[in-house]
């Protein structure tokens, strides 16, 4: 099924108009994101507020050395996906030192207080950052493909989420991916099994920032711009309610919330000024009465269906005892 969607998506997105492949290029890239926070939300048990931080340093990255360094052209626009994946997992290794420690509401805090960290830095460090104003980045590089045409780029940011997916798959179904949900479960129980929990989420936390340093790039690219708004809580909020939205520990889910969200809030926009609050009661209706997101939709109608069968089966089984 998620192939044949992948399939439909890229033969059908060409022939859209180039302002719903933008919003579709916008909607994987976040995908990615949503993706990063489910590893550590569905998987771990880790409610992260500081997804943001991540794909800030990879955008930073790709806006300060494709404007100062004049690197991201040609071949390098490669080695800036590469360096925005290693910064990114870079600064989730040093910010988790701190978050791993704690559990619960005091791991969402401590992860906000990391991120904002983040956007003070993109906000004071004018020299570095542009301020306020940000870094506009040059056109998009080419290398024997005109990324500069939505539609190239386009294919290019659906084939790394489709590798981000993949690999994101693998890695949940892995040992090590059974291990976390296990831990998510019950951690105590694993500690006294042998795990190292701390490594493990440690582990899936920094494999989360690398994965949000990739998004940061494919951003940068994207919007053209880089400033503290990329950075700034209501991005991490957002990728958080994507995963929640979507239906927390599928992969699968974060990206249709993802789809969603981006698309839902453009939509909005255009019809009414209070479009937040309208969104925000989507979020709170979905949390209420889809505590599994859209994905945990086919499961309710299941239960629902079977619902009505059991009573009968019930009557049976106390006529054959009398």
């Given at each position: 099924m998620v192939i044949a969607a992948l399939v439909v998506l890229a033969v059908i997105a060409p022939f859209t108009s180039s302002y719903a492949i933008i919003l579709i290029t916008h909607a994987l890239i976040f995908a990615i994101l949503a993706m990063s926070v489910d590893l550590l939300l569905g998987y771990t048990g880790l409610p992260s507020l500081g997804q943001a931080a991540y794909l800030g340093v990879g955008?930073?990255?790709?806006?300060?050395?494709a404007t100062q360094f004049q690197f991201g052209l040609d071949w390098t626009f490669w080695v800036v996906i590469v360096l925005g994946i290693l910064i990114g997992a870079a600064t989730a290794a040093f910010f988790g030192l701190f978050a791993i420690r704690a559990t619960g509401v005091y791991f969402l805090m401590i992860t906000l207080a990391l991120g904002m960290c983040v956007w003070g830095l993109a906000y004071r460090w004018n020299s570095l950052t542009g301020g306020d104003n940000g870094i506009v980045l040059p056109p998009r590089p080419q290398f024997g493909i005109q990324l500069a045409d939505d539609v190239t780029y386009f294919y290019l940011v659906f084939g790394f989420?489709?590798?981000?997916?993949?690999?994101?798959?693998?890695?949940?179904?892995?040992?090590?991916?059974?291990?976390?949900?296990?831990?998510?479960?019950n951690e105590l129980r694993m500690?006294?099994?042998?795990y190292d929990t701390w490594l493990h989420k440690y582990i899936a936390f920094v494999i989360a920032g690398g994965f949000g340093g990739l998004a940061g790039v494919l951003w940068a690219h994207t919007n053209g711009l880089v400033s503290p708004e990329d950075v700034i809580l209501g991005t991490s909020v957002d990728a958080l309610l994507m995963v929640v939205l979507g239906g927390p520990g599928t992969l699968v889910g974060g990206a249709i919330g993802a789809g969603v969200v981006v698309f839902l809030r453009e939509y909005l926009s255009t019809l009414v000024p209070w479009w937040q609050y309208v969104l925000g009661g989507v979020y709170v209706l979905t949390i209420l009465y889809l505590p599994g997101g859209l994905m945990g939709i086919p499961e309710r109608i299941r239960r629902r269906r079977a619902e009505p069968g059991q009573p009968q089966e019930a009557t049976k089984l106390q006529s054959a005892s009398h």
């Open positions: 955008a930073y990255l790709t806006a300060i050395l989420f489709v590798a981000s997916l993949a690999a994101l798959y693998a890695l949940v179904m892995s040992p090590f991916g059974r291990s976390l949900v296990g831990i998510r479960e500690r006294i099994l042998g």
